[in-house]
Structures are given as structure tokens and as C-alpha cells.
């Protein structure tokens, strides 16, 4: 009786929200109602309503435009009483709907001329944000080679810095790289001249650690702990290298104590891990995409990376105001690297503070949330997805992040979601149980000739389906190819080298079974392994044929399948002809 009493509750409550949730299609603001009348009625009819509603109302229809009269689309001013009377009393029959006529807003598009060239800003949502926030109240330090106040800083706001390479306070550019980084965080915009910047309200604070040579991890640490002295929110650091520092490492701990948000560049090596001091735990290490979405040639990716912004590339860089030549002449420049992808990061990390998140932690945990997540990432060129400025202002708006939110988001889309630990999505849990069963099933019609122990079982599982769940593990500062090799396949080892979904056709058939079974045959142990591989790898390939036909140098679907399903049954028969020479 209980249970009945709580069912009815609980549907008699879902019932009364469902029936009061009006849903966002009926969230907008109007002044007028639109009137859609059909286009087979008479003329005399359509006068004849119209005259009706302007009784109704008190005002009278009047056509949309002079495009409208062939679709009979007419406008009337009024509210909601007033388009609650007109639905219930005009004929229904006589027109095709009735419904407000909302007021749609422009999203902010900045007067700056060169705007238009800036893909990287619109690619990262930024219009959107910029309806909530424009990064007031925010200081951004950007630890490089200076900056120089270029005619596109001409409403920016600066805080005085340091020059920590000739000792002074003047943190000029000589370079041009501190300021083309300075000019993606805030340049200034809305003031008819030159190019946009991300948080083009917020504060830079300037610290010069890079020559033209490079600079010293003393010099750079010694500016992390002056921007988190002077009150900086975030830092932006678009420099790395190869060394880990105990000095580094204290100066970001010192300054992620402190409340900042730190921000590094991955690195443009193309290598396997992020750079330092980008790959510390307490900074955000940013990769670089280019102008389609794609992972930039060059951008570092693995263990180590965060999250992705856009870079450029040669098809389309990033462009900001600089300083170029000796001569400090000023121009609108493109670059690329993750250089220019991080602040990117940066600047939307300036947005989210501005909204009143204080936390560095929290800040990180809605830059990842917020990423544009990518589905097939398995070597990690993303990190957590694509920057998405409009969705982490968004998020940051929405209250506070709780713990249970954050593991409901890690369930849904995350480290905790199976789909993540198994190639990235590309491979399901299901089919991949399948292909260790399958296996099995395998192993028990030969059981006449079978011994099932740990050697067999060992075979099975690598030629199926491999530690599987290993694939999407990263472990920080740890390379991934040890647990993507355990995590693959016999099948699956090719496109651990060549990070792809096609399966390699030497890999994917029967030569490596023949192969093992050639050289363990007469080994007491090994041979099992052998027979159980040819097995797993029968399995892996049948069930590949019929959910994911998919075989380099093979046209997608019937050329794959077939040849998926003869190297299936070659591994099987393969395995029946060794499982007979064991007494």
C-alpha cells in the first residue's frame, strides 16, 4: 500500500511539473503575435478575420512585409492575454498557426575591421561570452618576451611588470612574441581599429623572462612568484622546454596557493608529452588546433595535455597586432603554435574569474567540463576537447560546482564513463566482452582437445581483445603507448603505431597465429598460448566483420568484411589443426 501511495505521489508530482515547466521554446520575450493564415482561404474570409481580430485586440493586422502576402503571414501588436484570446476564439480551420512573435537579440560582434580574419575567436564560441562577461577586474600575466603597447592597445588596461632579463621595470618587447600573446588575451576591441582580444577588459601585467635566445628557468620562476605577489589572476606562460625544475616547481606551487591560474603551451616538438612547465600538475597544458578543429602538425599531444585551442596552422594562423624587425615597426601579424593556443586558454580562464570563481581548481574543472569533447582522441591530441568560451562563461554562471556535480560529469563524459578507458570511444565495451567470450566459445568446441589453464586463457584475451580497458588511461607525466600496447589486440597492435581506426592487414589476419603456432607447436606451454591467440584473433575478426568492417588499403564494408571472415575462419581452422596434436 505504501509503494502504490508513493507511486502515486511521485506521478501526480512529475505530472504537475511537466504540466508547469514551459520549456525554452516558450521562455522568450515578444510584443507583437504572429498570424499564419492558410494560403487556400478566400479573400473574403481573410478580410473577414481580420476585421474579427482587430476586435479582439484592439489593433489591426497588418502584413510582415510586401514578401508576405503570398504566405499570408500578418502581425499584430499584443501580449500574452492577447495571443491566449486570439487561439481560442480564430477559426482553426482557417489558419495555420498562431504563435508570439519573440524578439531575437544580436550576439555582440565587434566593430574591429580585421575581426573577420579571426576564425580562432569565433571557433571558441567567443560572441556568446561575451554577452556575460568581457573579463572585468581581471589581471592576466603574460611571463614571455615583454609587451609592447602596440596602437591595438589603445583602450587596454596594463599593470606595471618587471623585466627580470635586464633587471628593470620597462617590460618591453624586442621580439614581438609576448606581444602578439598579449594581443589574443586582450587586445583591445569595439575601438574601429585593428583586431579583437578574448578578454579585452581585463588587466595585463607584463614580465619579460624571454630574449631572443630564450630565457632561464630562474627568470621565469622568478616571475611566477611576482605575478602571484602583485595580485595577478592568471598567468600565461606560451614558452616551455625539457627540463624539470625544483625551482619551477615551487614558484607554480607557490603561485596555485595563491590563487592563480596557470596556463602553458604543450609544446610544438609533435612529441608524445607535453613540454615543461606545461606537464606540472598545477598548470593547464593547451595543444594547438588549427583553423578546421584538427590537431596542428606540430602541436605536442599525450601524456601531459589538458585541453585544445586553436593554434594555426600554414592554412590559417592566429593574427594579432606585434612588433616585427629591428626597427619595432608595428603589424598585423599571423602566427602559430601553441603559443598561440594558450592564450586562448587564458583568456577565457580571465572570463570565467570574472564571473566570481576565485578557485584555480575549480576554474580547470570548467575549462575541462566545457571542452567540446572528442569522441576518437586516442592519442590524446585533445585532452578533455576543444576550448569553448560560451559554454565555460555559461557554466561558471550556473553556480557553484559541487562535488557530486563533478563526478555526474565524469560518469556522463569522463574519466569515468567506460567509453573513455576503450580506445577512445571507437570501441565499445560490448563488443569488446563479446570477442573475449566469443573466444572462449571458441576454445569450448575444441574441448575435446583442449586443456583449459592459464597459458590458454593468457592466448585468448591478447589475440581478442587485450587489457582493453588500459587504452584510455593517462597517468601523468607517464608516455601512453606502454598501456595502449597492452590494451590492444593482437589485431588492434598496427594502429598502435599508426594511431589509426583501420586495422592493419598484416595485423588483422592470420599471418601472425601462423606465425606463433609455427614456432611454440612443440613447446608444452607456449602452444596453448599460440592456439588460444589464433582463437582470440578468430573472434576478434568474425565480430569486427558485423559491427566495424574497417581494413586499410579495403573499400569500407563488403571488401573488409570478407576479408575479416576468411582470416576468421583460417585462424579457427588454423587452431582445430594445432588443438589435434595435443594428447
Sequence with gaps: MKKLLLLGIFIIGLGFALFN??????????????????????????????????????????????????????????????LKKLRKSVLKKEVEYIEPNYIYHSLEVPNDPAYTQQWNLRSINIEQAWDETKGEGITVAVIDTGVTKVPDFDQTQFVEGYDFVNNKIDAQDDVGH????????????????????????????PLKVLGVSGGSV??????????????????????????DSQLMRD??????????VIIAAAGNENRNSASFPARYPEVISVAATDSIGEKAPYSNFGAGVDISAPGGSQTGKIIQETITGDNQKTAFIGFQGTSMASPHVAGVAALIKSTGIENPDEV??????????????????????????????????????????????????????????????????????????????????????????????????????G?????????????????????????ELGNVVMGTNSLNPFFASALIPVILI???????????????????????????????????????????????????FIC?????????TIN
Design 21 to 82: 515547466f514551459k520549456g525554452l521554446a516558450n521562455q522568450g520575450e515578444f510584443e507583437s503575435i504572429i498570424i499564419n493564415f492558410r494560403q487556400d482561404i478566400s479573400i473574403t474570409a481573410l478580410d473577414k478575420n481580420l476585421q474579427f481580430i482587430a476586435s479582439k485586440v484592439q489593433e489591426i493586422p497588418i502584413l510582415n512585409s510586401i514578401f508576405s502576402e503570398e504566405e499570408r503571414v500578418y502581425i499584430v501588436e499584443g501580449d500574452k492575454n492577447s
Design 518 to 568: 609455427v614456432l611454440f607447436l612443440s613447446h608444452p606451454q607456449l602452444k596453448y598460448v599460440a592456439i588460444g591467440c589464433s582463437l582470440g584473433v578468430a573472434s576478434f575478426l568474425t565480430i569486427t566483420a558485423f559491427i566495424n568492417p574497417l581494413v586499410w588499403g579495403f573499400s569500407v564494408g563488403l571488401m573488409s568484411q570478407i576479408f575479416l571472415l576468411i582470416n576468421g
Design 364 to 465: 580547470r574543472e570548467i575549462l575541462v567540463k566545457s571542452a567540446r569533447k572528442i569522441e576518437k582522441d586516442p592519442l590524446n591530441h585533445y585532452g578533455a576537447g576543444q576550448l569553448d568560451a560560451a559554454k565555460s562563461v555559461k557554466l561558471a554562471l550556473s553556480g557553484q560546482i559541487t562535488p557530486r556535480d563533478f563526478l555526474r560529469w565524469l560518469k556522463n563524459s569522463g574519466y569515468l564513463n567506460p567509453g573513455f578507458w576503450i580506445d577512445g570511444g571507437t570501441i565499445t565495451l560490448l563488443p569488446k566482452l563479446g570477442m573475449v567470450l566469443g573466444s572462449y566459445l571458441l576454445a569450448w568446441f575444441l574441448r575435446n582437445y583442449l586443456t583449459f589453464n592459464l597459458s590458454l586463457a593468457t592466448g585468448l584475451v591478447t589475440g581478442s581483445s
Design 572 to 580: 579457427f581452422y588454423l587452431a582445430y589443426l594445432a588443438s589435434k
Design 251 to 260: 614558484a607554480i606551487k607557490y603561485a596555485h596557493d595563491k590563487g592563480v
Design 178 to 205: 609576448g606581444t602578439h600573446v598579449a594581443g589574443t588575451i586582450a587586445q583591445s576591441t569595439n575601438n574601429n581599429y585593428g583586431v579583437a582580444g578574448i578578454a579585452y577588459k581585463a588587466k595585463i601585467m
Design 467 to 491: 587489457l582493453f580497458f588500459l587504452q584510455g588511461l593517462y597517468i601523468f607525466d607517464l608516455p601512453q603507448w606502454p598501456f595502449r600496447l597492452m590494451g590492444s589486440s593482437v589485431p
Design 218 to 243: 630562474a627568470d621565469i620562476a622568478e616571475a611566477i612568484r611576482f605575478a602571484a605577489d602583485n595580485k595577478a589572476d592568471v598567468i600565461n606562460m606560451s614558452l616551455g622546454g625539457g627540463g
